[in-house]
């Protein structure tokens, strides 16, 4: 299962909240990140037995500031 943490091409707001809740259902997971938005990984991500990586979701072109 992938988790995805960005919608479109930016990063959704609160992800490590959201993350937090996900390794409680205790299944196999990566995280989705998309290219050029804001990752900080989360504290003691590693360290869960069912977090197996991560996917980048590639853009075509770097995202326009407005």
């Known amino acids: 299962m ?3 943490t960005y ?3 930016t990063t959704i707001p609160n ?3 959201y993350l937090k809740k996900v390794s409680v259902l205790k299944l196999p997971y990566k ?3 998309v290219q050029h938005g804001q990752w900080h990984r ?4 590693e360290n869960d037995t ?5 996917v980048v979701f590639l853009l075509r072109s ?5």
């Open 31 to 33: 995280i989705g990140i």
């Open 7 to 9: 919608q479109g091409s």
């Open 50 to 54: 069912n977090f197996k990586g991560y």
């Open 15 to 17: 992800y490590a909240a």
């Open 42 to 45: 989360p504290p003691k991500l």
């Open 2 to 4: 992938v988790i995805q």
């Open 62 to 66: 770097k995202p326009q500031n407005n």
